[in-house]
């Protein structure tokens, strides 16, 4: 069974601190795919990336980066020097080609950054 | 800009009355997706169209219905709303199914009250 668990219901931190946003997940397939998204309160779900299980290089993008680790089953997300724009719930997500391509959603995590 | 619009944002009803959700794609892609979202949970999929090819997921109530007319548009059908119905109601696109990695794009969502 593929399952993804984020532990962190909430975090809050002050605005320019970093903050990381635990993914650890579960799957029996060789090959799978990561994802991140974020929602906002507006409600959208807005991709912010994908990772297959064969590429485990580490990706910056601006003052978002990831850390992809297949020996500790994470897929963990940094926020270098958060602003309250990046206030939102974050998901982590899996999906398998053996498990029909469905994404498999994490609880969330949601972010508040204060001023 | 290519993208995934659903009208109206906002939808009220009332109990028992059928309601319509619409979900529309500038994206031309091939697959399209209805998801349930309830207060602090993650996105549950009710079903998905791979062209004209309906998928209901196994727990998805038979008071949910959609139709796919074409390619572009995508309706979710509530054929008789509960209150345990009321929640937001997200459309999402791939362009192939999600077995090989394909991202999800999400539209803003329509959030619905049953009264």
């Known amino acids: 069974a593929q399952k993804v668990t984020q532990a962190q219901t909430e975090i809050s931190v002050v605005e320019k601190e970093d903050v990381t946003l635990d993914c650890v997940y579960e799957?029996?397939?060789?090959?799978?795919?990561l994802f991140w998204y974020k929602q906002p309160p507006s409600g959208e779900l807005v991709f912010l990336i994908r990772?297959?299980?064969?590429?485990?290089q580490n990706e910056i993008s601006g003052r978002y980066s990831w850390n992809f680790q297949k020996s500790t089953s994470s897929f963990n997300f940094t926020i270098t020097a958060s602003q309250v724009v990046d206030s939102a719930v974050y998901f982590c997500?899996?999906?398998?080609?053996?498990?029909?391509?469905?994404?498999?959603f994490g609880q969330g995590t949601e972010l508040s950054v204060k001023p | 800009d290519a993208m995934v619009i659903q009208n109206p944002r906002y939808q009220v009803t009332q109990f028992g009355k059928p309601v319509t959700l619409s979900c529309s794609q500038t994206?031309?892609?091939?697959?399209m997706y209805w998801y349930q979202q309830k207060s602090s949970q993650a996105p549950k999929l009710l079903f998905h169209?791979?062209?004209?090819?309906?998928?209901n997921e196994a727990d998805t109530p038979d008071n949910f219905q959609s139709r796919r007319p074409n390619t572009s548009f995508c309706f979710l059908d509530i054929r008789s709303p509960g209150l345990g119905d009321a929640a937001m109601y997200l459309c999402?696109?791939?362009?192939?199914?999600?077995?090989?990695?394909?991202?999800?794009?999400f539209g803003p969502g329509t959030r619905l009250l049953v009264l």
């Open positions: 999402a696109t791939s362009s192939r199914l999600g077995g090989q990695g394909e991202t999800q794009y």
């Open positions: 799957t029996r397939d060789t090959t799978y795919y």
């Open positions: 990772r297959n299980s064969f590429d485990e």
């Open positions: 997500a899996l999906s398998s080609y053996n498990q029909g391509g469905k994404l498999i």
């Open positions: 994206l031309n892609h091939n697959v």
């Open positions: 169209y791979y062209d004209k090819d309906f998928n």
